[in-house]
């Protein structure tokens, strides 16, 4: 015997071997500023639309500051593509009778699923307040959406709490409200331990929240945008991660081969966890994601495993 083969033989199996094409996976779109943006999208939800995405949402700016590229964006998605299409919505700078127009002129363009969000106002660093006549909160929104036709809701969920949170409960209970008030599905903001998404998921059970939490992958490109967005959610980014990508700045091909080993990991944690739908958040650029999905067994033509969509 190969002295290595006691060595080899106490290793975990292949991160990798058990994918067996029962992943489902949803993707996340920011609408375009700039024609040559319009086209990386588009190439983008090119490239990963063969995957058969459970469904691909739109964001919605601070303030509402790209409410007609949202909407702009999910309606050729829309009429272009046989994908579903997931808008944005917000209860920042509109009232209710605007928030509620909004979601007709939605469901009139044959959109069936939004994503509620409380959103974050548009100054950085302001705290949230209502605007008079306006939908207070996240789960408010929720309800006054499903008044207006019967959508399919999907909110956030934050397993690091959310910033404006003071406590994990109060952060839990917030998540509860807004499935009580009738979200079909939450999904996470990213994180990147899966300890603390399975911690989360406990905690939610415990709560008595049995809805589905549909974890939010971010494939880090880029470590300082990816400490930006960390600061404005709660999410923690470790220090390893940080070495990880040191020395990466000139090297775009490595940083990206890196950046697919760690979110690829994360997952195949979160499979043997039980996970079998993945949301990923794209910055528009598909090569990380797709990688990821392809390692997971999702392959182009495959129908994915249905879940309550």
């Known amino acids: ?93 509109a009232t209710r009778g605007e928030i509620d127009d909004v979601a007709r002129a939605y469901w009139d363009a044959g959109v069936r699923h939004i994503v509620a969000l409380r959103g974050d106002p548009p100054e950085p660093g302001a705290r949230f307040r209502s605007p008079e006549g306006g939908y207070a909160n996240a789960a408010e929104l929720v309800e006054g959406l499903k008044r207006v036709a019967p959508f399919d809701v999907s909110v956030a969920a934050y397993p690091e709490c959310h910033p404006d949170s003071a406590t994990r409960a109060a952060d839990l209970d917030n998540l509860r409200r807004k499935m009580d008030a009738g979200a079909d599905r939450a999904i996470t903001q990213f994180f990147f331990s899966a300890e603390s998404f399975f911690r989360f998921r406990d905690e939610a059970a415990a709560a008595g929240i049995d809805a589905e939490i549909v974890p939010g992958i971010l494939p880090v490109s880029n470590v300082a945008q990816t400490r930006k967005f960390a600061g404005q959610c709660g999410a923690a980014i470790p220090p390893w991660m940080d070495r990880l990508f040191e020395g990466l700045d000139d090297l775009p091909d490595a940083r990206k081969l890196v950046a697919a080993t760690v979110a690829a990991e994360l997952c195949a944690q979160l499979y043997r966890g039980g996970v079998r739908h993945f949301h990923f958040y794209t910055l528009n650029r598909a090569e990380l994601a797709y990688a990821i999905c392809h390692l997971l067994g999702v392959r182009p033509g495959a129908k994915q495993k249905d879940q309550a969509a």
């Open 1 to 93: 015997m190969s002295p290595a083969a006691p060595a080899l033989s106490r290793t975990a199996r292949p991160l990798f071997e058990d994918a067996a094409g029962d992943i489902a996976v949803s993707f996340e779109f920011f609408p375009p500023r700039t024609e040559k943006m319009e086209a990386t999208l588009w190439e983008s939800i090119q490239t990963l639309a063969p995957l058969n995405p459970r469904f691909v949402s739109v964001t919605y700016g601070a303030g509402g500051s790209t409410r007609e590229r949202t909407h702009a964006t999910v309606a050729r998605i829309v009429r272009e593509t046989a994908l579903t299409p997931a808008a944005h919505l917000t209860c920042v700078a």
